[in-house]
């Protein structure tokens, strides 16, 4: 009897240090998952930075443009900043026409380059061709710096 009670709390005991190490593991998983969340808001490190600019191009690629003329958001620019600064007396020519400001159809224009429709990304907005060109080399010069720092190898 004294022997089986002795197994018993050896097994008790080594079923709680089973429970201490994987609450050990969770926390370390949670605190690196925090980090990486952290990284990722703050564009912190090379990875964050990839992650963040394939997932905004994801959004715009697998996105239907037929539901962004429907969806609740509108450009806050367009919608209520630029009526404000203009007093609802948009100008009718220059640089804020109709109240549009440079970012206006970057998401559709995007999305149009992104299925290779060049031709009416061009006409939906201008700078969206300079975007990707900055969004490929930002992404171009962390994947180098990834690959320097051996996270790849």
Known sequence: MDKLNKSNIKHFFSFFSFFKIIKSKLITFLHNLFS??????????P?????????ILSFCFFIPINSLETFPI???FKHHILPFIFQG???TSGLFAGCNCLGCGMTHS??????????????TNKLSFVVMLGIIILISIN????HSNNKFK
């Open 36 to 45: 990486f969340l952290l990284d990722l808001l703050s564009f912190g490190t």
């Open 47 to 55: 990875l964050a930075i990839i992650t963040n600019f394939i997932i």
């Open 74 to 76: 509108k450009c806050v």
């Open 89 to 91: 007396n948009c100008p």
């Open 110 to 123: 995007v999305h149009y380059i992104l299925h290779g429709d060049f031709y009416l990304a061009w006409n």
């Open 143 to 146: 994947l180098k710096k990834l």
